[in-house]
C-alpha cells in the first residue's frame, strides 16, 4: 500500500473540493482518487470526509487528520526543494490575513506576486478570527499586534498608529472627549474580535468602554462612526480617508498608545517552505512603501 499516495489524494481531495477536481489536479482520474480515499479511511479506521452530490465535507477526525497531512506533505515538499535551489518556489501556501488589511493592502499586490512566481498557488483565507497555525494546517498569518505566544515565530513588516475618531456631527451632538475616561459617557462603536475586549488601551491606561453598537468587522465600524453613530477606535490607515476628507476627527490624540506592529507569523518549529520566504520577502517589499506603516525593522521575534 502507498500510504503517502493516498495521503496526497485526500489531501488534494480537501483542497480542490471535490474528487473529479483532485483527480484532474493530480492526472489520476476520479476513480482512482475516491478509491485510494476510501482506502485510506479503511486503514485508519474513521470517516475523514462526508461526501454529498455537490461537496465534500471534512468530519471533526478528518480537519485534524488533514492538518497532521498537511505538514507531512509540506516537510516532504520543502526537504526536496532544498536540493534544488535554483527552482521557482512551487506548490500551495496558505496565508491568513485580517479582512480589512487584506482587501486594503495584500489583495492589490495578488497579481503581482502570483506573475513573478507562476509555479505557486496561493490560498489566501480572509477571515478576521484567529487561525491556530498548529493544528489548522495554514503555514503564514498576517496579524495585527504583539506576538504573545512562543509556539509562533514572526517577521515585522510595519507599524501603525491606532487612533480614536469620530464625526464632527456626533461631536457636535456629545461634545468631545478631552481625556480617556471621558468615553465612559459616550457611545463607543465596540469591535468585537478586538483581542481586549471592550476595553480600549491608551499611553499609560485603559478604559472599558460600552456603546449601543457592536459589529464583527472594521469596515462596519468605519462605515458606522462615518454616519455618526459613536467614537470608534482601530487602524489610523482604517479611517484615512475620513480623516482626509474632513468627516472625521482624532479626539484624544495626545494620548495615543504606542505604535502597533504588523506581522506573518508562522510556526517555530516547523521547517519554513521557499514559497513561504518569497511571500514574506515579497510582503515586507511592499510594507516597506507605505507610508501609512512607516519603516518595518523587519526582525523575527
Not at 504573545?148 to 515585522?156: F, H, N, T
Not at 471621558?182 to 471592550?198: M, N, P, Q, V
Not at 484615512?240 to 472625521?248: H, M, N, P, R
Not at 508562522?266 to 507605505?290: E, G, H, P, Q, W
Amino acid at each position: 500500500m502507498d500510504r503517502f499516495l493516498w495521503m496526497t489524494c485526500f489531501a488534494r481531495a480537501v483542497e480542490m473540493g471535490s474528487f473529479s477536481a483532485a483527480g484532474r489536479d493530480l492526472g489520476l482520474g476520479q476513480p482512482n482518487v475516491s478509491r485510494y480515499v476510501a482506502a485510506l479511511e479503511e486503514h485508519l479506521q474513521t470517516r475523514l470526509l462526508h461526501r454529498s452530490t455537490r461537496k465534500l465535507f471534512l468530519t471533526p477526525e478528518g480537519e485534524r487528520y488533514y492538518a497532521d497531512v498537511r505538514r507531512i506533505l509540506d516537510a516532504v515538499d520543502e526537504s526536496e526543494s532544498s536540493f534544488r535551489d535554483t527552482v521557482d518556489p512551487s506548490g500551495l501556501l496558505r496565508v491568513a490575513c485580517p479582512t480589512a488589511l487584506a482587501h486594503a493592502f495584500v489583495m492589490p499586490q495578488v497579481p503581482t506576486f502570483l506573475e513573478r512566481y507562476p509555479r505557486l498557488t496561493l490560498d489566501l483565507q480572509i477571515n478576521d478570527r484567529y487561525v491556530n497555525l498548529v493544528d489548522e494546517g495554514t503555514e503564514l498569518a498576517i496579524r495585527i499586534g504583539h506576538l504573545e505566544d512562543s509556539a509562533l515565530r514572526a517577521r515585522r513588516i510595519g507599524m501603525f498608529e491606532r487612533v480614536c475618531v469620530a464625526s464632527k456631527d456626533y461631536l457636535a451632538r456629545r461634545g468631545i472627549p478631552l481625556v480617556p475616561d471621558d468615553l465612559r459617557e459616550h457611545d463607543c462603536l465596540i469591535y468585537t474580535l478586538l483581542s481586549s475586549g471592550a476595553t480600549w488601551r491608551f499611553r499609560d491606561t485603559e478604559v472599558p468602554v460600552s456603546g449601543r453598537l457592536r459589529v464583527n468587522s472594521p469596515e462596519a465600524v468605519r462605515a458606522c462612526v462615518t454616519s455618526g453613530l459613536g467614537i470608534a477606535h482601530g487602524p489610523a490607515w482604517l479611517f484615512a480617508e475620513g480623516l482626509k476628507d474632513g468627516s472625521l476627527q482624532l479626539v484624544l490624540s495626545e494620548y495615543a498608545p504606542p505604535l502597533v506592529p504588523i506581522q506573518v507569523i508562522y510556526v517555530a518549529n516547523r521547517l519554513l517552505s521557499k514559497r513561504a520566504i518569497v511571500f514574506m520577502d515579497f510582503m515586507t517589499d511592499v510594507f516597506s512603501t507605505i507610508p501609512a506603516f512607516g519603516a518595518a525593522d523587519n526582525v523575527l521575534e
